[in-house]
């Protein structure tokens, strides 16, 4: 009965998995944001970046796409000044010194406090914003919406890297599009994100945000998606605005690549369990919770059926105490025959075997199809390039998971590139 029970649940997940794969992209496609007719007044908005040892010429790109916005905008020093605080006076912005190193989240709770328009947009210092992102980001915000974030693309600079991530990013994509669909997205990323600053103001300076433990240890980890939690939690939407699109910097090498990962992978595990345990979940709605279930619960189960069912295969044909060319030639004939000849193989298990694989490699073939199709849709050139490298970064970023799953409580020091 093991044996049934086994691929009864493998064939489960692959239909969840099918199902997964064409709603996101049914939705992505039939997504259209709500956008107000009032215009937008960029006066009510101020640009808010934290800087630590970026490189001298990314950030005066950064503040020159900023200058071109027309707003306001503050630089936080994270015990750094110079050559930033020259660069940010030059095109006209307030900087403001931290002493000690205290990370991203130390830094975005100092300038918050000089923050005192309607809107602040946190954004990153690598990364570039395009003409009029303010000014249509605004667009997005109404009496329920608490937070825009906005569409990322990785600049390709012609490494392994960059490609990968720009295949994450597109899958990305096509899932928030989705989510946009009804409702909220998982995270508003922090490379570049708007909000309301008289709903996260008193959140940013409360001891929750600024001495977050977890699991009794400090973390200066996961703020964008610990803001994006609370304004879900407290009623508000979360959407993402695909009309700007910013471009930032990939990892250097696959070592910061890993590390990466691994980062979001704990922030991503954590936020989920605390998430499903304090109502957030349910309170985002249907999709948003089938999504989230799916991207952490889903992959793992299947990946620990797949251990269990390789040795239970093993067991049940004999390969350990009777490994004979015959019994293993007949494993084999059924990965690669078609189901016309499976009448000459008498085994009731065997050809229950082969039928389930059948259904389920089918279903994994169409799914996966699908959503690839959708994604490279959206990559405008070198497109075997991003899906050779894309689904190395996908691989990686799996086992990043399994890895943060059993160590998300060791957080460790705030990295930036």
Known sequence: MRFIYIYLI????????????????????????????????????TILIPVYNEDENIFRNVLRSVKSQGVKFVVVGDACNEPYKSITEEYGGKFILLEQHGGKRAAMVEGIKHINTKYVMFLDSDTELPDNAVYDVLKYFNKNVGGVSVNIRIRNNGNKISYASEFIERTREIVFRAMSYHGSIMIAVGNCATYKTGIIKPFLLSDEFKNKHVMGRKTVLGDDIQITSYLIKNGYKVVKDYNVTVETSAQDNFKKFIHQQIRWAKNGWYYFFKNLSNGTTKKAGWFYAFNVLYLYIVPVAGFLLLLYRLYFMTIHFGYYDSLTLHRFLRHIMFQILPL??????????????????????????????????????????????????????????????????????????????
């Open 10 to 45: 493998l064939t489960i997940l692959a239909i969840l998995s099918f199902i997964y794969y064409v709603l996101n992209v049914y939705y992505a496609e039939k997504y259209r944001p709500e956008i107000s007719n009032k215009k937008p007044d960029i006066s009510e908005a």
């Open 340 to 417: 016309e000849l499976t009448h000459k193989i008498r085994d009731p298990a065997v050809i229950f075997y082969a039928l389930n694989k059948l259904f389920i490699d089918f279903l994994g073939i169409a799914g996966n199809s699908i959503f690839v199709m959708a994604v490279m849709a959206r990559v405008p050139k070198e497109r075997l390039r991003t899906i050779s490298y894309g689904a190395l970064g996908i691989l990686i970023m799996f086992f990043a998971n399994l890895y943060g799953l059993l160590t998300f409580w060791k957080q460790s020091k705030w990295a930036t590139r």
